[in-house]
Each structure stands twice: as structure tokens, then as C-alpha cells.
């Protein structure tokens, strides 16, 4: 059976656990200070699967679901999350999220054998967000016979900025500290220090960074 393994720092409300396999384990490894989990499911459907909290972790009001085998779920240190999802349907996938990263109601999904998504450290990813490195359905070349909508895995690196309602397709890689406006569709490579927005993207400015603070001058 599935099992929590945690040390005395960590706090559970309304917590909820399904499991459907073997070896499957959800570890809090707070060490010296509080995660906090609230109303939150995870659904867990194989073997060999894991999901690690670390510690100062704040999560709320999700849903974890796994089917599959050998799957990776990390919430980094101090990681924030309050609504939404984290989902794999796959064996040998990840989906890694760096600390101090911050996200609210998104959507984070992955799909297909040894496919990931990787978020960096101090992000900070808003309402509607969607992200998902595969279709979950097939488009087949009616010629060759063969499926052309494979996954293809996901990063965005360190200190990215998503804004509302973004939608993050397979294959693409946001550099450092770039901004990504509301409502835009990313479906290519954005590169660091960049303001990226429109559907489909368009980098509308370089060299740039951005703050969590705000620092408007009187």
C-alpha cells in the first residue's frame, strides 16, 4: 500500500489519499520547520510512484494524480501552491517544482512515457495558468501510419514571471527571468531576461528582469 512518511513538523487538514498499486510513497521531509497541507487529494494509481514535499511547503485546495509507474512529484522548499492540479498519465515522468516558487490555481500536466516539466526556483505563476507537455490523444500521419503529436518535455528556469490565464505547450524552454503576459499562448523557446505576449507569443522586449516587490518611485 501507499504510505505518508513524515517527521513530527508538518500539519494535515482534510487531507485525502487514493492508492491503486504497490510501493507507492508520499514523503514530508520537513527536517526543521512546518509544511502545511490542506485539502488536498492524492490520487495515486500504480507502483513505484512518489511525491516529496519539502520542507516549509505550503499546499492547498489540490488535486495530485498519478497513473503510471516509477512517476516523480517534488515540491521544492517553500514551494506555495493553493488550487488547482498536478497530473501525470505515464510511467517514468516528472514534473519538478523549484523553491520559492509560487503558483495559484494552475494546471500542471504530463502525459507519455519519460516526459517532464521542470519549474525553476522563485517563480511566481498565477490564476488559469495551464501547462502540459503532451495532447493526451493521438494525431496519425494517414501516409506512414504513425502518431507525429509525441510529448516533449517542458522548462521554464529560474525566477519566471507567468501571468494569468497562459497556456505553456509541450517542447517549450522559458529563460530566466523572463515575464510572460496575460492571456498569451507560448508555443516556442522564449529567451532569458524577456517580455513575451499575444497568442501565439511574441517577445515584445529584452533585457529585463523583474521583482515580486513593487518599487514605483514617488
Not at 116 to 134: F, N, P, T, V
Request: charge should be negative; hydrophobic fraction near 40%; glycine fraction near 8%.
Amino acid at each position: 500500500m501507499g504510505q505518508f512518511i513524515a517527521n513530527t513538523y508538518y500539519f494535515f487538514k482534510n487531507v485525502r489519499k487514493v492508492n491503486y498499486g504497490s510501493d507507492n510513497l508520499i514523503l514530508v521531509n520537513t527536517q526543521d520547520e512546518f509544511a502545511f497541507l490542506s485539502n488536498t487529494l492524492f490520487d495515486i494509481r500504480g507502483n513505484n510512484n512518489i511525491v516529496i514535499v519539502s520542507c516549509g511547503v505550503y499546499i492547498a485546495d489540490i488535486k495530485i494524480l498519478v497513473s503510471g509507474d516509477n512517476n516523480k512529484i517534488v515540491f521544492g522548499e517553500k514551494v506555495q501552491m493553493s488550487g488547482g492540479c498536478l497530473w501525470i498519465n505515464g510511467s517514468e515522468c516528472q514534473i519538478v517544482i523549484g523553491k520559492h516558487t509560487t503558483i495559484n490555481e494552475a494546471i500542471i500536466g504530463v502525459s507519455e512515457k519519460q516526459s517532464s516539466i521542470i519549474i525553476g526556483e522563485d517563480c511566481m505563476l498565477a490564476h488559469g495558468i495551464d501547462i502540459r507537455s503532451g495532447d493526451s490523444h493521438s494525431i496519425i500521419d494517414l501516409i506512414s501510419n504513425q502518431r507525429i503529436n509525441h510529448a516533449r518535455d517542458i522548462t521554464i528556469d529560474n525566477h519566471i514571471w507567468i501571468a494569468a490565464n497562459c497556456h505553456i505547450l509541450k517542447g517549450v524552454c522559458i529563460g530566466k527571468n523572463s515575464v510572460i503576459g496575460a492571456g498569451s499562448i507560448v508555443t516556442k523557446d522564449i529567451p532569458e531576461n524577456s517580455i513575451a505576449v499575444d497568442v501565439p507569443e511574441i517577445v515584445r522586449r529584452e533585457n529585463i528582469t523583474w521583482l515580486r516587490e513593487d518599487v514605483s518611485q514617488s
